[in-house]
């Protein structure tokens, strides 16, 4: 409730740029719906929106950029259908040294 909340007061303005800090992650699916449905409006309207975010799900549905962040620093940016691809590709890779041994 909380959460609701907060988007709530945060999301009353017209603000010309918007931080979204992982808030989309929380409540049942109506909110995430009615956060949506908010978050197109204000880009629609020519607000530009920053997300942080893990879930590649709302990162493709809200984002048409994407800043690819590793260890503090920018690993590539670019669209976010591709750098969502690319990463998905990369970490379905295992990582050298920590591939699973199972015996034949």
């Known amino acids: 409730?909380?959460?609701?909340?907060?988007?709530?007061?945060?999301?009353?303005?017209?603000?010309?740029?918007?931080?979204?800090?992982?808030?989309?992650s929380v409540g049942d699916i109506n909110f995430k719906k009615k956060c949506n449905i908010r978050m197109n409006s204000y880009k629609n309207n020519g607000t530009t929106l920053v997300i942080v975010s893990h879930s590649l799900a709302t990162v493709s549905e809200l984002c048409d950029r994407v800043i690819w962040l590793e260890h503090g620093k920018i690993r590539t940016e670019g669209k976010a259908a591709d750098l969502i691809a690319t990463y998905q590709q990369e970490k379905e890779q295992p990582i050298a040294g920590n591939e699973?041994?199972?015996?034949?």
């Open 1 to 24: 409730m909380v959460a609701r909340l907060a988007f709530a007061i945060a999301t009353d303005v017209k603000p010309d740029i918007l931080l979204i800090d992982e808030v989309l």
């Open 100 to 104: 699973q041994v199972t015996d034949a």
